[in-house]
């Protein structure tokens, strides 16, 4: 039997721009053996009602004032949910983030502990120049690579790094379109320390239990926080 997998992440109403795609996407994935689950921290019922009426399964979390707060309480949802229903392996998929059809498949396909596929965000730049400060901005590959060399260190990949087909090993990455086994959502449970995001400490702690993470560039998906439209951009 194909291994069984959960496809989710948290959520909330500030992400209705994109749940059109997303529901569209997440239900044509071909990987013949996976179920959805999305787990909604907004203040009220209404876009878990908007969720629920694309057919997919919602689990309604509690609100909490810090987005960081509300974040990592919801993936430890989806975690708990993982690990007590029999599934192999969790696709952290943000909603945000529009994978290939066959995204499942092509992760498993390297049999790793924990695999992220390449989406690209908006990063700004300040930079000194001619004794003024200068914000640049760019788009960079959310994956950051080990400096030869010297340990613990590393930096931002750039699109150039990724740009040929290959399976690498990173240091770190988001967990926007990252495929965890179950061995490893076992030993490590989502956690911040309500200033960085759960993403920078999940890979950390793999880092610090020597968990390899690996990145395969062969997956490139759409980060529709590139067209975010300007009136959900401050929530």
Known sequence: MQPKVLVGCPTYSGMEYCLDKYAKTVKSLTHPNYDILLVDNSKDNSYKKK???YGIKVIKDEFKEKPID???SSRNILREHALSNGYDC???LEQD???PRNVIELLLRHKKPAITGIYYKPF???IKFQNREVVRKSIRPLIYKFIPGIKDKFH???AKDVADPKLM???ASGIGCMLIDKETLSKIPFRSDGTVFDD???CEDLRNSNIPLFADTTVKCMHLILNKPEQTKKE
């Open 51 to 53: 969720i629920e009426g």
């Open 70 to 72: 509300r974040v990592v």
């Open 90 to 92: 969790l696709l952290s």
């Open 97 to 99: 983030v529009i994978p």
């Open 124 to 126: 700004r730049l300040r």
């Open 156 to 158: 931002f990949c750039t």
């Open 169 to 171: 090993r990173i240091a």
């Open 200 to 202: 920078n400490f999940f």
